[in-house]
Nanobody, 121 residues
Framework: QVQLVESGGGLVQPGGSLRLSCQAS????????MGWFRQAPGKERERVAC????????KYADSVKGRFAVSRDKAKNTMALQMNSLKPEDTAIYYC??????????????WGQGTQVSVSS
């Protein structure tokens, strides 16, 4: 059974950092392109980072470039998102998810339940 479980969310002040983790089970994290997505209240879900299953190439949304970094650990079957220089507009529920295939251009696949990230003073 495929399962994705996120952890590491919380409340942080602007300029602070958080590290999100995603534990995958039922499949290997290099079987699909995997990404981090977020959804803020009243907004559509957007992808903030994606790592391909083939060569490990990474794509970031413009809004997080230079501040967020995604990584994948095949041995632990996990994926992480290091978030630095957080801004109030980064406040959202963050989801770990897969694409439907090897590449970040594919459609959505599996989702985790999400973890809340709140950036506020």
């Amino acid at each position: 059974q495929v399962q994705l479980v996120e952890s590491g969310g919380g409340l942080v002040q602007p300029g602070g950092s958080l590290r999100l983790s995603c534990q995958a089970s039922g499949f290997s994290v290099d079987r699909y392109a995997m990404g981090w997505f977020r959804q803020a209240p009243g907004k559509e879900r957007e992808r903030v980072a994606c790592i391909s299953a083939t060569d490990g190439s990474i794509k970031y949304a413009d809004s997080v470039k230079g501040r967020f970094a995604v990584s994948r650990d095949k041995a632990k079957n996990t994926m992480a998102l290091q978030m630095n220089s957080l801004k109030p507009e980064d406040t959202a529920i963050y989801y770990c998810g897969t694409q439907s295939g090897y590449y970040c251009e594919g459609g959505p696949g599996y989702w985790g339940q999400g973890t809340q990230v709140s950036v506020s003073s």
